[in-house]
Structure formats: C-alpha cells, structure tokens
C-alpha cells in the first residue's frame, strides 16, 4: 500500500512509513548524484531551482514539520530557514543565495532524516490530527516526491549529455472506442476518508454534472502533430484572445522540446537524447493555451475538473467514488505509469487495467491533464495545516491539472489529488484529453 487505511496498527503504519520515506529519499540521491557538482549549484532554467536548492529544501520541510513540530527538537541549522523558505525566493533568485554546498546538503538532510525516524519511533500517530494515521509523515513523503518530479522537470531543461536512464514503457494499442458517454447525474467529489489527502482535496461534496464525453485515451503525438502540420499556430480562430497573445509574444510554434528536420520529419529531445517523435504516445510539454487551441481545432474542449473527476471516480453500477479509475487498490506497475519507472509517457492503451469503469484510459500517470478549471477551494475548505500549501494560491490565472506523470510517484497520487499551475508553463510534464457536450447520436445521457 502506498498509503495506510484507518485499520491499519501502528506498527504496520510505521513501517509502512518508514518504507516510503526511504523511497523517496534514494529518488532524490539518486537525482542529485546523477549530475555532478557544477549541475547541482547551476540553474538550468530561470523557471527551475538548482538542484541542490530543492535537496535542501526537502530537508527543511523535512525538519521543520517532523524533527521541530512533531518531534519536539530544537532546530538543527535555523539560520538557513529563510534560504530554503519558497515564499521568499522566487526560483529565478535562489541560485545567487549563499546556499549549502552539495556536500554540506547531503550531511543536512541526513541528520534531519535520522531524527525524522527517531520521531516516528517515538510518536504515537494518534490523539492529535497533525499525526493521526501518520499525516505530517505523509504529507513529506508526497512532499519530497513532488520534488522529485521537480527535480525531474530540471533534468529534462539541463543542456548536456543525458545521465538518467530507464527501460521502455511498455506498447499499446488505442481503445476500441475513441471517445465514452458520461451520463449525466451526481457523484462524490473530493474526498472526507483519504488519510493522507491535502488539504485542497478536501472535504467530499455532491457535484451534479451534467452528460458529457470525454476521450478514451489522451491527445497523441500524431494527432497534435496534425494540428501543428495544418497551420494550427499560424491561425487565431482557435486561440482565446489570452492565448494568441501568449503564443504571439512567446513565439510557440509547436510542444517544448519539439524539432523537425529538413524533410520535415518531428524529432523530440528528450533528457538529452535526441530521438524521432513516437507517434502514439501521449502529447507532453504543452501549455493550457496549447491544449485550449487543440481541442477548438477538433471541435472539441478541454474537461472541466469535476468531469474529469467524475470520469475518472465514479462507478455508475454502484453509484459511488472509488480511490483511482480501476478500483480502491493502489497503483501497481500494470495499472499505471508512475514513479519515474519510465523516462516517458506510455503509448495509448498501454495500461488497459487501469481503465475507468466506462473505459477511460490512462487517467493516472504518463502525463498532467490540464483541465479548464480555475484553482479554487471546494465548498467547505479548511486550511490544514498550513495556508501556504493551498489557499494562498487560489483564485489568480491558475489551471487545475490532474492524474499525475510518468514522474509522479504512486504516494503522491490519487484520483482526488490536484495540482495546479500557471496556463504558459510547458516545462511540467502536461499533457491533456478532449471533451464535448453530447450529442443525439451519442445516445441516452
């Protein structure tokens, strides 16, 4: 299991715990020690930290939230708090910062992790909600994770000769049925149960949506290439006014990382190999804008929230939300593509065990799905345990994505989990799936 249940003893939920936190932590080394000093302190992008930057900070959320908070430990280096603090840095900024050298940030995080196990030895997960089934623990698993796919992101912007490797995903073959009918009706959004759900996610609430259709698979390389090939960045009809600003003023002429040569052949690079564009995998590296002008191109739309949610939670034979697509069980390698197993999105119809129970594929892993969603609370939100995690962030230009990457870790997803950012970025492992309102062929919705 990558999170616990409420029956689970509190022996089972610390080892449990102690396991994924040393999950995650060998994804770390194993980031950092792949490049060598000169890349860790470098900034390979004004939109990225450098990597020993974001090592340190997994440290000091580390330590401020499990050595301090739940353990009750004087503080270890408080003089770097501010160094390490996102809200006070933009990451443009953090590399001209008297950071930790390399290897004084390998001894920091070691010595916050080993009095970070000394606290969960110690601590009784019970009696207050910080630790209740182990959430401050979870919450710096998911934390360092998402660092991790970070740091993943960071990799992929790093001019230079690759240093990660991983084997091939494994082939697909494209769902029977291009696109479903969700009928209309409620489900249970969000959820109240989740023991290790953020904030954000929070609390479970009836959406009623109304029928929709939604692909089975996420948009390809080979579609989006078509709409790149036919003009699709030359003409405004299918860009929102935002959006043709953007791609103007950017100068977007196809997916980050994109190249086609003489003969007009697509090449992608992809950390830091140079290879031909694979047809059937799902499209990466394309901001919401990108997506909007796509789905308009098809004559279609990108999902809301809620019909992606509904799409990938509810079961219309039961009536009720599950935890992820194909049932309550978490993610093993035969449902989805996670956990940086693979350097890339999986072709379409790779993972047909992970299917919906209407046949959506895919929903969960291989790449972000943005939405048309703004980044809001759900009714009810209350912020736990801090603001800055979730509510500073609500409202603004934001998008909401969903289902999580190749590079996400199973301890850092679910079928509620949502991430959020600005509609130019491209640098996040973002792809999407089309939508549209029913039509009378569809049938009964």
Known sequence: MTTPDTATTGEELRSRVAGLLAESRARSTALTEAVD??????????????????????????????????GGREPLRPEIDGLYDAF??????????????????RTYVAEVRDKALDALE?????????VEHGFAFGMIVQHEQQHDETMLATHQLRAGAPVLQAPAPPAGRPPAAREVLVPGGPFTMGTSTEPWALDNERPAHVVDVPAFVIDTAAVTNAEYAAFVDAGGYDDPRWWSDEGWAHRVSAGLVAPQFWQRDASGTWYRRRFGVVEPLRADEPVVHVCFHEAEAYARWVGKRLP????WEKAARH????????????????????????????LQPAAAGAHPLGASPLGVQQLIGDVWEWTSSGWHPYPGFEVFPYPEYSQVFFGGDYRVLRGGSFGTAPAAIRATFRNWDHPIRRQIFAGFRCARDPRPEDGSA
């Open 122 to 130: 110690r601590t009784p997960l019970t009696g207050r909600r910080l």
């Open 37 to 70: 000093e000169a890349d860790l302190v470098a900034q390979h992008s004004p939109l990225m930290s450098p990597l020993v930057w974001d090592l340190a900070h997994i440290g000091s959320q580390e330590e401020l939230w499990l050595v301090r908070d739940v």
């Open 315 to 342: 079961d219309p034979t039961t009536g009720r939300s599950r935890r992820y697509p194909w049932g309550d069980e978490d993610p093993t390698p035969a449902h989805a593509n996670l956990g940086q197993r693979h």
């Open 304 to 307: 809301t929230e809620a019909e």
């Open 88 to 105: 006070q840095h933009s990451r443009s900024s953090r590399v001209a910062l008297p950071l930790l050298t390399p290897a004084e940030t």
